[in-house]
């Protein structure tokens, strides 16, 4: 081997290790990305069916709804929901005197929202006291749901925890690596 | 070697700087694939959300429609139904500026259209496909294909729909750099206090006119030779030897006809059950009854005796009566102790003629346009598309075991486990009769009818004089044959609505489910059959108002021709019969007949030996309006007394997949003590019901749960629920069966066919309920929690009916709301609300309530 050809092997060896982090970090990214879309659409949908039975009634079960509806991608399992989950102090909403989901709205570093280390996901519930075009202009606290008869909105907030795969990423988050993906429904109560 | 290599060999220095430029071009390929893919999957997220936000929208407008009957469509975009719809659109994240400026209403026929739409961006021209970023529409009425309510209600149904421009990440470089997704969302607003079209009530009105004998009878008219003993070989329904009475209860019978309490009538007065043009003949061997519930409640209606107004025969007519045993061979004699005038008093089962015979005559609308038309269907347990003589009426892919409405040749199912879907079914000819001997069935297979179909009557010469069973025929026969038949096929499920899931069906055993349906036969057909050979049979008209084409009537048989209506089914005791044997809803024959009739086989086992809180059965809830009626078999059960309004499937809210076929048939009747009346609801799906979620209301009062009594003391805010600590304790993580032993308060345990059959009492104010002695009874198929969950589970036909007993509350009217939800763990629940006027027992119910649900 001659030493320019040599040469030319170094130097596709160095190009290669330029491009390879590059090429990695987009694939993983586009993964990450792709993931983060499909759960916050699974977000979106839980939302969406959290909604619809929660204008039905005041206590009509909203927790089942909320994680009956994200089938595939988040269990119905206690590591999943944590304290949301079946059972779980603040997952079944059937009279007014329990708790509506997470009574702190799924906030991170909430200990009620994100007890376990698996927990993947929460949900909250509050009343919407006045809305407008836009958003709600004034809200109940969490967990508080419109009396029967008050013409008020309810608003079902569903939130996955995402853990990029991509260390890069993961960065952009903070200290601890996590994104909170969000989806909110706001409804009209029926009842 | 390549040109290419040699080239480049030829000149080494060419490849300096090679993987860069393959990198490079790589690189806009890989950048271009990943950025259709991201903008793929945000587009889809974008759709889901505006999705989420018509939904929002189009309810929070109909809960503004609702509760009074639209005449028009809103007026303009300050309507309150249009701000609601705007604002929750935007309030979920698709913010428009409201204004009039695109407001459009247009009348087109009998149709006027509301539509407007509102952009974000001000001087859009209206309906422009570009220059905004959002856009909001509503259309009043939606725009075509309508939903079966919105047809009935067009001004109380809005349509709302959402356009967003959505900027592309990746591929907006490749020159797209927008891309419009679009939602569309339908709410129907039920409107409260409508009156719709049905007949006058009283549970039977018979038109078959007497005469004195044989030789009076007009030509080609059925009629009742008193010179004979009346028998089924005889009750042939053609002039020749003809001996058909227009009201017949076999000895065997012991009809129980329970008519409606007319004081809901404006004044208040007493409704006759039954009303007969021609000679009845009472054979019930315990005694028949004809009861009218006023003053008495429907408890006061039992065998044996007699409360009320009974019956009315027109003048000349006459009552026989024959209530020992074995009376059927012997020549029933006029009932002598019957009052012979209106106003007497009768001392013996037969109680009538207190009021004089009145001409009632009610024709149904039935508006079969736009029906598809759909050739023959003949089932064999295979799958509806296979067994439809074209492909136009297929069932959607998903449902291949499900038949559609539309216009028929004929229907016969020989075999096989089927739904019908709600509409109408028009049918137009005859079914043939099989001629096939081997391999499966071209036609109605009477191979495996036994003795116990002796009582059917299908064709202008009755079953002797016609040569027997071979020469039964119908528009629409319902049985069971000998011949081969598709294998059952389970259903399959993928993600919960995903494209894998698919309902199952077909098989031997025929199981019929048709909820909301109405058969029209055509002049041209003959009537309708099910066999005893059939295993279960579940049928119920569309709940008052819910369908446009027959004027809101709880209509489920219109026959236009001399045929006749045979309802039987099973009665063999078997786990899957149970509880779906009901016919629901109007009956009618034609009032031009000059032959047919109805015939009712009460013996069909609609509950296990009166279990369910009744005392009786209730083969036909509903009215019958026809030439003839005959009831067979043993025990009667006829009952009317919850009137139209109880006879049909109500509004039914559902949410997941489309799951209101599991909500069977529902009726409000009074009982079982003079203070207290019943709602009883039949469930049916492939899942086991989840008794953990089911509650029932009354009123605005708080739910009752089935399951919620069990705790004690009752658990405090925050506290697990349910425990997960001991046996038969509900639970969403811990599914099981219901155990032979149930806890207090709980009674109950395993009934004949090894299902549960649980009551719960409340009777504890603050712990357990509402403390007033009502009861809440399941029996059936049903689990703690979700059959999914359940690995020893078998899935399947399952049934389960649900008994609600509780003190008449005070009142003009009652509104019952039950939910309750499947196995499946897909989120499915049906929400249904009643709304019965409040009499104290059971009235004809004029069954509306301003519910809103969203139907596409």
New interface residues.
Partial sequence: MSP??RR?RA??LV??AL?LPV?VL?MLG?AD??RA??L??EM??A???G???A???G???IG??VR??P??AIP?T?SAWGSM????????C?SN???CGDPTGCRPGSASAWGGVDQQACFAVRT?LT??????AGYSAWGVRPN?GADQ?VEVFVVYRFLPATPLIANFAGGTGTFYLT?Q????Q?Y | MSWTHRNLMDH?ER??G???VI?ALIFVV??GF?GL??DA??L??VQ??A???A??AA??A??RLAGATQQSPVPNSNDLAAV?A???A???GF??T?NVACDTTVTSGSVTRFTTWWYDTAGVACGSSSGFNTAVGIAVPPFAPLTPHCQTSPYNCMQVMIQSKVQNFLIGTLGIPTTNVAASATVYAQPTGTTYDYPFPVAIYLYEPAVATIALCPPGQQCFDRTKVPARSLLSCSTAGSNCPTYWARPEASSLIVGVDGTTLNPPQDVVALESNGDMVMQGSIGDEYCDPYGVGVTGCTLGRAIGKGYAIAPGAIPYCATSGGAGTRLPTPCSAAPASPGGTATTPVYANETTFASHIWTPRVDTSGLLTCGTLLLNGGTVASSLSTSTCAPPAAEPYTVMPGKYDWIVVNHGSYSFEPGIYDITGIAPVNSNSSGTANGIDHSRETSADWDLCTTATGPTSCGGPTGLRAGVWIGRGSLNYGAYVATTYG??G?PSTMAGGGGDPTIINAPGVVFRFESSSMGFVSTSEVQSVGMSSPGLGQMRQVGGAPLLFDMENNGFIHLDGSTARSSDSRGLNTFSGIIYQTSTATAGGVEVNPGVPTREDGEGGGTYNNAVVGQVYAYSFTNFGSMGAFDYSSGAGGAATPTV?T??NQENSILVSSVLQAGPTGTTESLVVKYSDEWALDAY?VYVKIN?N??V?FSDGIWSPRP?????????NAGNIP???NPRIPAASPPSPYTGGIDSVGDPNWTMHYPVAGIYGPADGSTFQIEGDWIWGHERDLTTAVRGNDVATLTYTFPVPAGQTVTISM?MTDGD???DYV?STWTFNNIGTPAPGVQVVGS?R?EA
């Fill in positions: 320019k050809q030319r130097q596709a190009e290669t491009i090429l987009l586009s990305l792709g879309f499909y916050k659409l979106s949908g939302s969406r069916a909604m619809r039975m204008v039905l009634g206590v009509v079960d089942n709804a009956s509806e089938n595939s119905n206690a989950a079946p059972g779980g102090t603040n997952a079944d059937t005197t329990q708790h919407c809305w407008a075009n836009g958003g709600c029967a909105a989806a429904t706001l409804g009209l029926l | 080494p490849r300096r090679q993987a860069m990198f890989l950048v990943a893919s991201l999957t945000h889809y997220l889901h959300t999705q989420k936000a939904d929002a309810l929070a109909g809960k609601a705007h604002d929750f935007g309030a979920d913010i428009t409201r993600a919960c995903g809210t949410s997941g979620d605005a708080s739910p749960y405090g805010s925050g506290a697990t629920l349910p425990p997960n639970s969403d993580t939910f763990r897909c989120g929400t809103v969203l």
